[in-house]
Structures are given as structure tokens and as C-alpha cells.
Nanobody, 123 residues
């Protein structure tokens, strides 16, 4: 089992920045992908970003150029650095992890999920 704990959500003004953290514990993968998804009220859970064990990074179209996904292997932590936030970024953000992920944007590929953290962008 893998436990994922997110933190860093909150209220921020449009145009501002916020950094989310996700700490993983428990089982380790030799080849892993950790990702971020988000879900706004009334909408489906949407892919935001992912980082593969090799260092490759992937981003959803709506966040490209604004969000980055740095990781810290020593701390078993992945971050989501969110810049130039917009009101449409308001959502619950979920951390996800998987050991055999091919399609990084596909929710079903991920085995483990965090509890989510709320991000609210005020316009």
C-alpha cells in the first residue's frame, strides 16, 4: 500500500501562486509515476500534471506554461507549483501514484490517491 498526503491548498487571488505538496509513504516502486488531478464542482476529475521516475514530465493543456511538477526523491515528495492562477483553476486537487502507468493522463492508470486539497482562486 501507498499512502499519499497532500497539503498546501487554500485561498489565493487570481494571478497569484500556490504550491501543493504530496508526500508518499509505504510501498515503493522501482518505476513510478506521480501525478496531480483536479475536480471542480459538477465536473469530471481532470489531469493536471505528472512526473515519471525517469524525470519526464507531462502537463494538461489548460495548465501548460503556468504549472510545474518538481519532485524530491529524497523526501518522497512531489509538488505542484501553480503560477498565474485563474478562477477556473478552483478545484479539489488530488495526488495520485502508480507503478505501471503508461497513459499518464488517464485516471484508471493510477493505483493510489490522496484525500485531496482545496484550491480556491478569487477573481
Amino acid at each position: 500500500q501507498v499512502q499519499l498526503v497532500e497539503s498546501g491548498g487554500g485561498l489565493v487571488q487570481a494571478g497569484g501562486s500556490l504550491r501543493l505538496s504530496c508526500v508518499a509513504s509505504g510501498r515503493t516502486f522501482s518505476r513510478y509515476v506521480m501525478g496531480w488531478f483536479r475536480q471542480a464542482p459538477g465536473k469530471e476529475r481532470e489531469f493536471v500534471a505528472a512526473i515519471r521516475w525517469s524525470g519526464n514530465r507531462y502537463y494538461g493543456d489548460s495548465v501548460k506554461g503556468r504549472f510545474t511538477i518538481p519532485g524530491d526523491n529524497a523526501k518522497n515528495t512531489v509538488y505542484l507549483q501553480m503560477n498565474i492562477l485563474k478562477s477556473e483553476d478552483t478545484a479539489v486537487y488530488y495526488c495520485a501514484a502508480g507503478g505501471d502507468v503508461i497513459a499518464t493522463a488517464r485516471r484508471a492508470e493510477y493505483e493510489y490517491w490522496g484525500q485531496g486539497t482545496q484550491v480556491t482562486v478569487l477573481s
